[in-house]
């Protein structure tokens, strides 16, 4: 395995990186940067999307109680308009891992199928990483928990737009509440949709 390998090599801060909320319409990009102890197991720990989301908020309370360190980072909506979601959330994993850094020496990176910028450890690509090394699963976990939590929020602040239900994805609901009541504060305002939306309300 990889992470024996880098291990065996010296390695003993390895981080896990991954990011949820790249597709949404509205909200922010949030990543996270998990390190785990070694030979630790975690029943059920997948990519965050294919875990029911009662055993993913169990998961992540389990993640950051086991965790050698646990970093976010978040990019939201304003940010993410002005450097497109792509960097945006290449932006956000940099963040993750200089929050984990403060918490725990990191000395290499294991991402889902990113590069992270901006960062002066190795790291290691790895293509659906977060169904493949248990760090980059924890990190979806604890991102997507944390995510879903602020979108909740969001939804009672905004409650035209039930973003506590879709999370800000471009769902039925959520397409007819744009529709209706144009783009909120946290709507991502270079997105096509949203773009259209405010465009017919000119």
């Known amino acids: 395995m990889l992470r024996d390998e880098l291990a065996a090599g010296g390695a003993r801060g390895i981080a896990g990186v991954d990011e949820v909320g790249v597709g949404p319409l509205a909200g922010p990009v949030i990543a996270a940067a998990v390190v785990l102890p070694k030979d630790v197991h975690l029943e059920g720990l997948d990519d965050s ?7 993913r908020e169990r998961l992540a309370e389990e993640i950051e109680a086991i965790a050698l360190g646990v970093g976010f980072g978040e990019v939201g909506p304003e940010e993410i308009d002005q450097r497109g979601i792509y960097r945006a959330a290449l932006e956000a994993m940099r963040r993750a891992v200089a929050s984990v850094d403060r918490v725990v020496p990191v000395d290499h990176l294991l991402v889902d199928a990113r590069t992270v910028p901006g960062v002066d450890v190795p790291q290691t690509s790895i293509v659906k990483g977060d169904s493949k090394d248990a760090s ?7 991102a997507k928990v944390r995510r879903d939590a602020q979108m909740a929020v969001l939804g009672a602040r905004y409650p035209a737009y039930g973003f506590e239900r879709h999370m800000g994805y471009g769902t039925a609901e959520h397409m007819a509440a744009l529709e209706r009541f144009g783009p909120c ?18």
């Open 49 to 55: 999307k294919k875990v029911p989301k009662a055993r």
């Open 136 to 142: 980059i699963a924890a990190a979806s976990i604890v």
């Open 185 to 202: 504060p946290i709507h991502r305002h270079s997105f096509a949709p949203v773009e259209e939306a405010a465009r017919r309300r000119r």
